[in-house]
């Protein structure tokens, strides 16, 4: 072998010896960062008191179009986690604005920022004011069967939430419309099948969070195949856990392994998984299923615990004692200020009595202020954009996509 062949042998020998150093460096110069950043959350976390841990698991509705007593209440008193709004709460694009300010303004003596929701799926489920152009259902966008096109209804989902003033929206529906009979989903869905779902509702969830807006993907294990609204009644799905993985748990599954940030889970009985409790309080389909199997580390939030398909069969306070045993991090109560004050003294009285352990709270804990943290919530900038040139954005998808 020649020296000139020996030299450029040993040169190859270094340089791959120097780029196996340089990668374990910075594998661990990451996981560095990770810690430090697990240890800041974990610091913060034993800062603070029982009750302002309690208020973040709780999500809560509002009454009116101004600042109430009762919303300063929950707030100030209660310190919820976050606040969602519906359409009753939004008469003008500037009122919204102002309210959610007036809110911001209210939680600034507490130590985190405020989740500020929205259902805005496009379609029946839009809540924001007549001003902005309306975006059509998911059904119609799976239709189109173009990821690109699916990625930029997110993104103007998202955009149309951020103009408003919100941080976090109540969307994509992951859910697969199998039942031709179900009442609450059809073109809510993006089709039919859990490939078309799995597909479209990722872009969606994608094309959401690239406006740094968190999406919520929903509802959990799947609210497709039924014929009952959980919102008047408790739906049933005879399905056996390899059937759910044949279809419902797919979209959810791979949504998970594409860096989906928040879930919502459904009022809806699984007896073949959990015979006793539906879906929102089952440590079966939460902890067993959701985080075990599927291997989900974010926020798990319930749907609306105000739902008759839940308050007709069991009592608020313990379902949603129940719903955190079981693995949830964040009650969803989104009517009636008294239910929501009943909640919060339902989750401290059985943290008194060690049904719920400081350590279980404390995941919780962990979860939210990390997402609160990853999109940098409380350092919002105020949106550059434009109410004209959004629309313009929308009549021009619409054209595009008719």
Known sequence: MSRKIKYTLLLVVLCIIAIVIYRSFEHKKIAHNSLENEDHINVFIDSMTIEEKIGQLIFAGIDGTTMTHETRQLIHDYKV?????????????????ELLQQIKNANEQNKLPLFLGVDQEGGRVERLSEEIKKLPAAMRVGEQDNPDVSFEFGKLLSQQVKLYGFNLNFAPVLD??????????????FGNTAEMVSQHGIKVMEGIQSENIIPVIKHFPGHGDTDTDSHFELPQVDKNLPELESQELIPFKRAIEAGADMIMTAHILLPHIDPDYPATISKKVIHDL???KLNFTGVIITDDMTMQGLTDHFEIGQAAVQSIQAGSDIILVAHEYETIFSVYDALKTAIENDEINEDRLDESLERIIKLKEDYQLGLEVESKIQMESLNQSIEGFLKNNN
């Open 81 to 97: 986690g976050g606040i969602i709004l519906f359409a009753n709460n939004m008469t003008s694009h500037k009122q919204t604005i």
């Open 176 to 189: 697969i419309n199998s039942n031709p009979n179900n009442p609450v989903i059809g073109e809510r869905s």
């Open 290 to 292: 959701l985080r075990e």
